[in-house]
């Protein structure tokens, strides 16, 4: 978790890109499970933030969430922002903005993934994350 320590800095750095979202309700079999409300971190090289990266989700219980991430190897960081709901085992998240950098043509406005909570582990498709609050 080394990884984790080098980045603290950058994800901090990261965070003056925070900014609000707007909520909109979700659908009657979408819910916001209590479970995972809250920050999970990873340093997977499969994370969103790749080889030598740490990817931070913050989930809240109003349905926003912000996943930044930072890459060691570049320097170079990132934050998503927007909306989500989870439907059975399936998370779906809507981004609503992107920073520093506007959201380009290669990333999606909606994603879905396999979603599991289990206790202090979150897993997002192949990705684990460790709860940090």
């Known amino acids: 978790m080394r990884t984790l320590a080098l980045a603290a800095g950058l994800l901090t ?17 979408a819910q916001i499970p209590s479970a995972l ?12 933030a790749g080889p030598g990266g740490v990817s931070e989700y913050r989930f809240a219980a109003d349905g926003t969430y912000v996943l930044q991430m930072v890459n060691n190897n570049t320097g170079g960081g990132a934050a998503l922002a927007g909306r ?13 903005r992107c920073a520093p950098y506007a959201c380009g043509a290669n990333i999606p406005k909606v994603t879905t993934d396999t979603i599991g909570v289990r206790g202090a582990v979150l897993t997002i498709g192949a990705v684990t994350y460790a709860r940090e609050n």
């Open 37 to 48: 409300v809250g920050t999970w971190i990873t340093d997977s090289a499969n994370s969103p």
């Open 84 to 96: 989500y709901d989870v439907e059975g085992n399936t998370l779906r998240a809507t981004i609503d």
């Open 13 to 29: 750095a990261v965070s003056a890109c925070a900014f609000g979202v707007a909520t909109t309700a979700t659908t009657a079999a």
